[in-house]
């Protein structure tokens, strides 16, 4: 079965525009998380689905970012007015219920604010 | 404070040698513990995981080492081989809420030459 998918897989951008990144997690992984990739940085979590429980928005680095998750599926991570320092690789993870069930990574989005 | 301290950044080793990459973590409700292989381009993928019940856990030529009491784990991979360079990052699941919230490590880029 198809993996997690992530489009675009690249993205430029102008400081000031917005941006919306997709995932799209494997059929029937109900929790999905956002994690952000920083050149030399490790993973930082920004925000976590799990079925139809409020989402953990702990990770969310300014009020810039937000994302949502549509009928238990697909998901949008956008960022309002980008900032250079948004520039990283975003990636998108699914899992299934099951305790110490592991996550399965996208290939990630680049963005590149200029 | 939840966090996880990897180390070394970066890690070249002989064909035929033996890596190994350490982590520490604070937290000590952190319940299991991953490591993630990451290839150029690519999003992680779950190597091996060990619970803190046990003291070692192994899977071909990879091991986890897990030393409760130091809140330290390690991962040795033996017989290094050039297919193993990548990119490597343990992390801590903090089972908050019930789900498995992983806090991962800044990761250690890993060369191994022929």
């Known amino acids: 079965g198809a993996g997690v998918s992530q489009s675009p897989s690249n993205k430029v951008t102008e400081k000031g525009k917005d941006v919306e990144l997709r995932c799209d997690p494997i059929?029937?992984?109900?929790?999905l998380y956002w994690y952000r990739q920083s050149l030399g940085q490790g993973l930082e979590f920004l925000i976590y689905?799990?079925?139809?429980?409020?989402?953990?928005k702990s990770g969310l680095p300014s009020d810039r970012f937000s994302a949502e998750r549509t009928g238990g599926s697909v998901s949008t991570l956008t960022i309002q007015r980008t900032q250079q320092e948004d520039s990283a690789v975003y990636l998108c993870a699914s899992s299934s219920r099951l305790e110490n069930s592991p996550l399965h990574f996208g290939n990630g989005t680049r963005l590149t604010v200029t | 404070q939840q966090q996880v301290k990897q180390s070394p950044q970066s890690l070249i080793v002989q064909k035929g040698g033996i890596s190994i990459i350490n982590c520490a973590y604070e937290?000590?409700?952190?319940?299991?513990f991953p490591w993630y292989q990451q290839f150029p381009g690519k999003g992680p993928a779950l190597l091996i995981a060990?619970?803190?019940?046990?003291s070692e856990k192994k899977e071909g030529r990879f091991t986890i080492s897990f030393n409760k009491s130091a809140k330290q784990f390690s991962l040795h991979i033996m017989d290094s081989q050039p297919g193993d360079s990548a990119t490597y990052f343990c992390a801590a699941r903090g089972f908050s809420g019930g789900y498995n919230k992983l806090i991962f490590g800044a990761g250690t880029r890993l060369a191994v030459h022929p």
């Open positions: 937290n000590t409700a952190f319940d299991y």
């Open positions: 060990i619970r803190p019940d046990v």
């Open positions: 059929s029937g992984h109900t929790a």
């Open positions: 689905f799990q079925g139809n429980s409020a989402p953990d």
